[in-house]
């Protein structure tokens, strides 16, 4: 009998810096806490030489340490050194992105895990290649979406804009994680949180909405079962 694949599950946001690798890691770990196997993916990490930071960030978050799929490199389809758009690192580099290559280690991975959090970089909207963005890939390889949104001034456009974006392209969303550690002015956070939720049930977005807080707050046993209905509900 063929085994049947895992689901693999895309970690977008809204921005840069905006907090994927740490909801990566959170979503993760409340997966194990639930019983799940679970790998983290890093499509594309620059900025970095011999290891994708990123993928150390989720190991550590999860209590796990560097994987032998880590250390074969099947976590990190792509590595580069300077730290900017893919598109742009890849051609520093001298080399090309193949969006094919990160489907197949991402397929690969789902034959030993029940779960795939592949971590995207940048935004919806960063050039994966020079005719190819995430968003688009996202949508041709039909993955479900987790957005990464924060209470920052400013990210209120560009989190609609963004719901607006996979409303428009029919894609599924999963859920959105609202990252809350930059939060300075309290008025400002709790109106962007309605307004996402708001516009979750305007685009017909039945999925969980998550506020997600510094990674101290998740120590105890069992804190990080909520992030697992990202993946789990539905």
Not at 78 to 90: D, Q, R, T
Not at 150 to 175: D, I, K, P, Q, V
Request: hydrophobic residues 40%; aromatic residues 6%; negative net charge.
């Amino acid at each position: 009998m063929t085994k049947e694949p895992g689901k693999i599950i895309a970690i977008t946001g809204i921005d840069t810096d905006i907090g994927k690798t740490i909801a990566t890691g959170l979503i993760g770990r409340g997966l194990l806490e639930a019983g799940r196997s679970v790998i983290t993916h890093k499509a594309v990490q620059t900025g970095c030489d011999d290891v994708s930071e990123d993928i150390v960030a989720h190991r550590n978050i999860m209590g796990l340490p560097r994987q032998q799929v880590d250390l074969d490199g099947k976590t990190c389809s792509y590595l580069f050194p300077v730290p900017c758009s893919p598109h742009l690192a890849a051609r520093l580099a001298k080399r090309s992105i193949d969006p094919k290559k990160i489907t197949r280690d991402a397929r690969e991975l789902s034959m030993h895990y029940q779960f795939v959090l592949l971590e995207g970089a940048g935004g919806l909207f960063v050039p994966l290649t020079e005719e190819v963005t995430l968003i688009d890939y996202f949508s041709e390889e039909k993955v479900p979406v987790i957005l990464v949104s924060s209470s920052r001034l400013g990210s209120l456009n560009h989190t609609l804009a963004s719901l607006e974006a996979l409303h428009n392209r029919s894609m599924s969303l999963s859920g959105v994680v609202y990252n809350r550690h930059d939060d300075s002015d309290l008025r400002i956070a709790e109106d962007s949180l309605d307004m996402i939720s708001s516009n979750l049930r305007k685009y017909g977005f039945n999925c969980p909405l998550i506020e997600m807080y510094g990674v101290e707050n998740y120590e105890a046993p069992g804190a990080c079962l909520p992030f697992s209905t990202l993946c789990l509900a539905g």
